[in-house]
């Protein structure tokens, strides 16, 4: 493949950060690529997510790439619609970073030592649901911005602490501002969250399979594929209270052989706001199944079907 790559992205320097690693392993490929930056309207507005709609951060890098604007477009993987869009092809899944939250206080606290009353601030409703439903006292603030303006809001007292995805902190080189690190039994994670989608044209074969062989990690896509899959499921956007992670674990089949499987967590929100919990296990051949399984039976324990815009 001798024509430069254009591999899009948005402008942040979280999602230039991410494009830098994705650039950085084609080009030990052997490939040429330029990074090209696509404006989106979720870049361009300070409105909460859910009032922006659907595929903020996605559409336009999905349009830019169907438009033969861009070769590669790069996402943060939670952020993209779970209908597929039919010009494009997933043709890669990177190995994902941690996909836990992380919290960011002041003074070096944890989540249980923050006094009742502390102010903490997420965009989510997911985290803000799930932080209620500890029901340690905390005051959940809206909030927006990139990663270095929430944290600002921390160190300048304006917000006691602040929750974000860990694989972004980390992708900025800031995991030391870190306070704590909150396991799933506290809080699930986004479906998807620290994976990027990295989507070509899908009639661009060599694309395609220059991707999938340089980039793509079949654990990581078998994961967020069942997270995903559960999410559809539910018909809930990513501004919905819903969390899901999967992990690939061993497993002794029928003849004591060690077998890999795929092992999906997910929790959602009934109409009263509970929060409910499920787990699952299934092949890793079979992550869609698993993950629409897994919804099926949080609607059947009482989930509310959920609706509502993609961020």
């Known amino acids: 493949m001798n024509r430069i790559l254009r591999i899009g992205t948005r402008g942040s320097a979280l999602a230039l950060a991410q494009t830098g690693h ?23 507005s300070s409105a909460p997510i859910a009032e922006i709609g659907v595929g903020v951060f996605t559409s336009a890098l999905r349009d830019a790439l169907a438009a ?44 249980g030592e923050l006094p009742v009353g502390s102010t903490v601030g997420t965009g989510s409703p997911r985290r803000a649901a799930q932080l209620e439903a500890l029901g340690l006292g905390l005051t959940i603030v809206p909030l927006r911005g990139n990663v270095d303006t929430r944290i600002r809001k921390v160190v300048d007292g304006e917000l006691d602490a602040v929750v974000l995805a860990r694989a972004g902190i980390a ?10 690190t909150l396991e799933p039994i506290q809080m699930l994670p986004a479906p998807a969250q620290g994976a990027l989608a990295v989507e070509c044209r899908v009639d661009d074969v060599d694309t395609e399979h220059l991707l999938q062989s340089t980039l793509d990690d079949s654990s990581s896509r078998a994961a967020v594929t069942a997270e995903r899959a559960m999410l559809a499921a539910l018909e809930a956007g990513c501004s919905a209270p819903v969390g899901a992670l999967a992990d690939v674990v061993e497993d002794l089949d029928d003849d004591g052989a060690v077998v890999y499987r795929l092992s999906l967590r997910g929790v959602a929100a009934t109409p009263e706001n509970d929060m409910l919990r499920a787990s699952a296990t299934g092949d890793l051949t079979a992550a869609e199944e698993l993950g629409r399984a897994l919804a099926a039976e949080l609607l059947d324990l009482g989930a509310a079907v959920l609706s509502g815009p993609e961020a």
Request: glycine fraction near 6%; hydrophobic fraction near 45%.
């Open 22 to 44: 994705v650039a950085e392993a084609l080009e030990k490929a052997g490939a040429k690529v330029a990074i090209v930056v696509v404006s989106t309207p979720g870049d361009r």
């Open 68 to 111: 033969d604007e861009i070769d590669i477009a790069v996402h943060s993987y939670k952020d993209l619609p779970t209908a597929p869009d039919p010009r494009l092809v997933l043709a890669a899944v990177p190995p994902r970073e941690d996909p836990r939250d992380a919290l960011v206080a002041r003074d070096g606290l944890t989540l």
């Open 171 to 180: 992708r900025l080189g800031r995991s030391a501002e870190i306070t704590e």
